[in-house]
C-alpha cells in the first residue's frame, strides 16, 4: 500500500499534546522520569506525527517509529553521532541522545505497545 501525504488534524493535536508533555519531561522530570517516560513518549509522538501527516496504517506508523527510535539508539551505540561532531548542537545532541542503553529500547517497546494499546482502545465503538 503507498503512503501519501494526508493531513489529520485530530493526530497533529495528539502529537502536540504529546509534544508538549514529552518538553515539559525533558525540562521538569529528573532521572528515570525524564529518560525513560522521554522514551516512551518518543515513540508515541513520531507514530502520531506520521499518522497526522500520512496515510500510513497504525501497525505501519508504529512499527516505523519503534525501528526510527532502535536505529538512533544503535546511532548512540557506534558513536555515529558524536564522531560526526552532530552533538555539538544542542537540539541534535537532545534529539538524538549520546549514551546507549538496553533500557531505553525497552521503553521504545512500551511506548509502541502504549500507542497500539491507545489506538485499539480509542477505536472500539
Known sequence: MPINFKFSARYAVA????????????FIGKGAVRHTLGDVLAVILVALALRALTSSSIRWSALTALGVAFAIEGFQLTGVVSESGL??????????????????????????GLYLGAEWLFKLP
Open 87 to 112: 552533538d555539538a548542537n544542542p537540539l541534535i545532541a537532545a534529539t538524538l541522545g549520546s549514551t546507549f542503553a538496553m533500557t531505553d529500547l525497552l521503553a521504545y517497546t512500551a511506548g509502541t
Open 15 to 26: 502529537a502536540a499534546v504529546v509534544f508538549l508533555v514529552e518538553v515539559l519531561t525533558f
